[in-house]
């Protein structure tokens, strides 16, 4: 094998315990980062005709089935480790399970290391730094006439470069040798790494030269991936939720993430009903759908109260076509389990997740009894008395691309209390509602205050002057629809407290109080 059919080794079979949270859904090397993730920016790092070696374990069907979904024309060859979470597992261990496909010269590239800079060939032996003064979190090495003496534990004083985990390994047969002398000695040890193995070639007259790269992002633990999401940004607004991502690729194709993977099954079941609507799916797995990037504006960037009413009656024409999938009488029981049982649920788990009790409140100083008092005054015989449609059940503006011709929908609702032909259309009135109110700007730029002293709670929220006038044209079209507008006005309210306990603090504090306090006002509207 010549050195231009290198392979490339990238060990993504770890639990990524560092990152917490992050991936407790997912594979750390599939996290977000910008617009794709992590493993996107390495796979594209390398000539289209490199093969790739994959270690494969914590969530290893997710990395399989995304890259054979968006890098088709790549080659792969995936390795399974038996026991990545077991005693014994090491990074050491990982590479050693990928050993027979990696019996040429070849690059180690971490799935938690990102460069900018070009990656040289494994010519000669090689290992990447990074000049930065972090060497307390990171093992480093200095450098005499440009080759390396020793790979550094953390903390070491002043060195020259870090130790970032991208390798060239042009002596592969010693680099082997090395490292199962190294596991047969210390075959228990979860710390062994690369270090150990490229230690112990420098101490037996092995020759590495240094690479510098100007740029390096991690995103192997929480505080490094913020640094390079800040610098690596988002070309759209995206609020991330638990157990699920979107990806997007040169603006030609976009992936979906779900860590569910029946509600996936249900989206693209969705997808056939909503033909024409929504961007063509191109493919899925048990996890992942991708789709052709749709061109045009999102429309909660150029919304006005002209086109605003057009949306409308494009929405009543294409979009909210009567249906029918269950006799009339189950429907009105989905919708009363869908807006009073769902909604006490969320509301129970947010008051116990923040240690809270539902009582009495001064909201702007407006004086409220407890939510179950309010409860009692909805009608919800009137809010389930709705005619069976076809829905979005996510009916934002930054769900809608307006294009040339009219508009596209994104991110639609898997089901609406598990009926996936047929919805309320009142609940994507509602959404509409929600979302002129309270959208992803406000929330990014952090344009709402909610302030808490014991039961009095003070609300803000600045919106565009935009959105109020297409506020007033959505319920100018109810009216003239012959729409209960009360009705959309309490849904909105219980679409807020269903959403709270989904959002970090203090948003999710200002959606509970926000529902309570306008939920109050529409109860005691004459």
């Not at 002596?171 to 047969?184: G, M, P, R």
């Not at 270090?195 to 030269?209: D, E, I, P, R, W």
């Not at 929480?222 to 988002?234: I, M």
Request: aromatic share 14%.
């Amino acid at each position: 094998m010549s050195i231009s059919e290198y392979r490339v080794l990238i060990t993504a079979s770890g639990i990524g315990s560092r990152l917490g949270v992050y991936t407790k859904y997912t594979n750390k090397a599939l996290i977000r980062v910008g617009d794709k993730p992590a493993i996107s920016y390495i796979i594209e790092s390398y000539p289209k005709n490199t093969q790739f070696v994959i270690t494969l374990g914590h969530f290893g069907n997710q990395i399989r089935d995304f890259l054979k979904i968006v890098y088709k024309d790549r080659k792969f060859i995936f390795v399974e480790v038996d026991n990545y979470k077991e005693k014994g597992n090491s990074l050491v261990y990982s590479m050693l399970q990928a050993k027979n496909y990696l019996n040429c010269p070849f690059i180690f590239n971490a799935c938690d290391t990102i460069v900018t800079d070009p990656i040289p060939k494994p010519g000669f032996n090689w290992i990447g730094g990074y000049m930065g003064q972090d060497s307390s979190n990171y093992r480093s090495f200095s450098c005499f006439r440009g080759k390396i003496r020793k790979i550094l534990e953390k903390g070491a004083l002043n060195p020259d470069y870090l130790h970032i985990g991208l390798v060239g390994i042009n002596e592969y047969k010693s680099f082997w040798d090395a490292l199962k002398k190294i596991y047969c000695q210390e075959r228990y040890n979860p710390e062994l790494s690369d270090v150990h193995v490229l230690n112990y070639m420098l101490g037996h007259k092995a020759s590495f030269k240094i690479k510098e790269f100007k740029t390096w992002y991690d995103t192997g633990n929480a505080k490094s991936l913020q640094k390079a999401r800040e610098e690596l940004k988002d070309s759209f607004v995206n609020l991330d939720k638990p157990g699920e991502s979107i990806f997007i690729f040169a603006k030609k194709s976009v992936v979906k993430f779900y860590h569910d993977s029946q509600l996936l099954k249900e989206r693209v079941g969705r997808a056939k009903l909503l033909k024409g609507l929504i961007p063509e799916i191109t493919a899925f797995s048990n996890n992942f759908f991708s789709y052709k990037y749709i061109k045009g504006d999102l429309y909660s960037e150029v919304a006005n109260p002209k086109n605003f009413s057009e949306f409308l009656n494009w929405s009543c024409r294409e979009l909210w076509k009567p249906t029918k999938e269950v006799p009339d009488e189950k429907f009105r029981k989905i919708c009363f389990d869908f807006y009073h049982g769902k909604t006490n649920r969320r509301i129970k788990e947010f008051l116990d997740t923040r240690n809270l009790k539902d009582t009495e409140n001064i909201i702007n100083d407006e004086y409220m009894p407890s939510i179950q008092e309010m409860f009692k005054k909805i009608n919800f015989d009137l809010l389930c008395d709705a005619k069976q449609s076809v829905f979005h059940g996510d009916y934002v503006l930054d769900n809608i691309i307006k294009t040339k011709t009219g508009f596209k929908l994104l991110d639609w609702r898997n089901n609406f209390g598990g009926l996936l032909k047929a919805g309320d259309k009142y609940y994507d009135l509602a959404k509409l509602n929600h979302n002129l109110t309270i959208n992803h700007n406000i929330v990014f730029n952090n344009l709402f205050t909610v302030k808490i002293d014991k039961n009095r709670i003070t609300l803000d929220v600045f919106r565009r002057e935009n959105l109020v006038e297409c506020q007033k044209t959505l319920f100018n079209f109810l009216n003239k629809k012959g729409y209960n507008a009360k009705k959309v006005k309490i849904l909105t309210s219980l679409i807020w407290f269903s959403s709270s306990p989904l959002h970090h603090e203090p948003y999710d504090y200002f959606l509970f109080y926000f529902a309570k306090l306008n939920l109050w006002r529409i109860l005691n509207e004459k």
